[in-house]
């Protein structure tokens, strides 16, 4: 599981995409944010596992 904390959505979603491109993930399709914090926080989960020549 990777959390991840982001001055916005846009910036979050593009995080998970790049961690997307590495290894499986199970992507969120939104983020969460927390009354009275700055920015957002993203929750994805990663297989990292995978084989590193697939």
């Given at each position: 599981?990777?959390?991840?904390?982001?001055?916005?959505?846009?910036?979050?979603?593009?995080?998970?995409?790049?961690?997307?491109?590495?290894?499986?993930?199970?992507?969120?399709?939104?983020t969460t944010r927390e009354p009275g914090e700055p920015g957002v926080r993203l929750?994805?989960?990663?297989?990292?596992?995978?084989?590193?020549?697939?």
């Amino acid at each position: 599981m990777v959390e991840v904390a982001a001055a916005d959505d846009e910036t979050a979603l593009a995080i998970q995409e790049l961690l997307a491109g590495r290894w499986a993930t199970a992507p969120a399709d939104r983020t969460t944010r927390e009354p009275g914090e700055p920015g957002v926080r993203l929750r994805c989960y990663l297989d990292v596992r995978q084989d590193l020549t697939s």
